[in-house]
């Protein structure tokens, strides 16, 4: 039953000289059903490498060891999956850290350009094995009030999935004076994203193609951590997507 409902029910009452709490539960519950589907998510999410190396291990034991070829196979099956695990249990733990605001974000001016240039050089191996151009179109002024720490993961994160989306051309940072603020962004000239995943793609675990992601080493946590992390800076995120590319957007306050 919506609010209003409650209010027009009880209306001849608040006339009188009764005093009604009301106390509206919908929201709570729905914090309770997004709290129970994040819990069998990460489980489900967890469970998938601990049975792949579990599998690898029994097989190895059972033989598999003896022979060098097969034995270095499934050593590498479990190097991978110990891999993820290690990646989604550090996203997971962010994420609770953020959630519950025992990140502290420390805010001061941060250079954009610096932070943006710094950002791709981590990613210069892999853009070149792909080759894929790596920019940045960061104006001089460019500074805001963030976290240096979080705002590098926000660039990272963004970086990151731009990268392993992108098959051919090339990945942009930029930023873009609006008002009291700046837009950064990152930008890929990839496939681009259908328009009704958009409204959703920032939420957690939630992925355009689940196989795809996973093979990239994607955690479906990277964007979640992204939103948390500029809204605790006091800025919005945001994407833009069609054939030429997306474009991901944080807006944060200039310094
Ligand atoms: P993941 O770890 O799966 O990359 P994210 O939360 O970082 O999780 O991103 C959620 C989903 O959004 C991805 O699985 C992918 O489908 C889509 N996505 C994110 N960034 C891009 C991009 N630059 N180009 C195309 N798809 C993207």
Do not use: C
Not at 213 to 227: F, N
Request: aromatic share 4%; charged share 25%.
């Amino acid at each position: 039953i919506q609010r209003r409902t409650y209010l027009a029910a009880l209306s001849p009452l608040l006339r009188g000289e009764v005093l009604v709490l009301l106390r509206d539960v919908t929201d709570a519950r729905r914090a309770e059903a997004t709290r129970r589907d994040f819990v069998a998510n990460a489980s489900h999410e967890l469970r998938t490498p601990i049975a792949a190396i579990r599998a690898a291990a029994e097989t190895l034991l059972s033989g598999a060891v003896e022979d060098p070829a097969a034995g270095r196979a499934f050593v590498e099956i479990v190097a991978r999956h110990a891999e993820r695990l290690s990646r989604l249990t550090q996203d997971l733990l962010d994420l609770s850290r953020i959630e519950s605001r025992q990140w502290t974000f420390e805010l001061a001016p941060v250079g954009v350009g610096a932070l943006a240039r710094q950002v791709l050089e981590l990613f210069a191996s892999a853009a070149r094995a792909k080759g894929l151009a790596l920019r940045a179109e960061v104006p001089a002024g460019a500074v805001v009030r963030a976290d240096g720490r979080a705002l590098e993961q926000v660039l990272v994160n963004l970086v990151d999935n731009a990268v392993k989306y992108t098959a051919a051309g090339s990945v942009t940072v930029s930023a873009a004076r609006d008002g009291d603020a700046w837009v950064v962004s990152v930008a890929d000239t990839g496939p681009g994203i259908e328009r009704h995943h958009l409204p959703r793609l920032f939420e957690r675990f939630y992925r355009v193609d689940s196989g795809r992601s996973r093979d990239q080493g994607g955690t479906g946590l990277g964007l979640a951590i992204v939103k948390h992390l500029v809204q605790g800076m006091g800025g919005e995120v945001g994407v833009e997507s069609g054939a030429g590319g997306t474009r991901l957007w944080a807006r944060l306050p200039a310094a």
